[in-house]
Every structure is written in C-alpha cells, then in structure tokens.
C-alpha cells in the first residue's frame, strides 16, 4: 500500500514597503531626522555653542549607518538552493570539483601547520642520560654533576 504525498513548491513571501526590518528602518530614519534637526540648530540658531550641535548633529547622523546597514543587511535575499552549510550539503554538480579542491587545502593547511610545530620526538633534555653536566657559578668555581646521584649543596650569600 502506497500513500502519494504531495509537496507544495517553497514561494517566498514577499514582503511590501520597507522590507523585512522595518524597526531598523525606522531607527535609521528617525537618527536621520533628528541628526539634520540638531544640525540645523547648531547652523541657524545663533547660539554661543553652536559647534557643540553641529558636531552632535553630525555623529547622530553618523550612528544612523548602524541601522542603515542592519536594514540593508537584513533584506539581503538568498535562494534557499544556495543555503548549504559546510558539514555535509554539497551540491551535485559540484561535488568532484570540490572534493578536490578540499583535499589540496587541507593539504596545504596541514603542512603549514605542522612546520610550526615542535617535533614530538625532540625534547630539551639530553639526548644520552648518563652524561655529566657541569654548573658554574659566578665564582668560578665548576660543579660537576652525575645524573645517577643527586648532590646537594649549600648556598650562601
């Protein structure tokens, strides 16, 4: 027993006006007006501090960017066939050329990230534990030091 399903085609909803963040437009908007409005104080009004309105009119209107570009940002349309992520939705089409593509990045990757790493094998001790180490001291005196057995000395100062 077989049961059809049928699927309705994805349509995007369309949105009027302003599009999709109309708060955002709003906000750009309203820093627009009220930056100009200042502005305009600082420019006609005639009073001592004039400057002050003028710059405060000109960073409002600056700060409205923020919104311009969150509205624009937020209208931004991307067919769903290019929403792929990365973890595992490749395109058919694509999908030998971007093997291999993969591959000689990782490659390349790989082996730029190894030359900074330290060789496991190498360590900073030495290479024969049996050896005698020498310390000298300020006072010229040279101490001879067997890795067998630990010798203690006084320090004094």
Known sequence: MSTSVQVEPFVERRY????????????AVAHDVVGVFIMMVGVFGGLVIHDLFIYAG????????IWWVFWYSGNIDVPPGELEDDVGLIKLKNRGLSRVVR??????SSRIWNSFRK??????RPSNPGTEVSLSTIYDSTIVSSSKEPVRETLSI
Request: glycine share 10%; aromatic share 16%; hydrophobic share 40%.
């Open 58 to 65: 000109a960073i409002i209107i600056f700060l409205s960017l």
């Open 119 to 124: 060789d496991p094998t190498s360590n900073n």
């Open 103 to 108: 591959r000689v990045s990782d490659r390349f």
């Open 16 to 27: 009027g006006g302003v599009g999709r963040c109309k708060c955002s437009f709003w906000f």
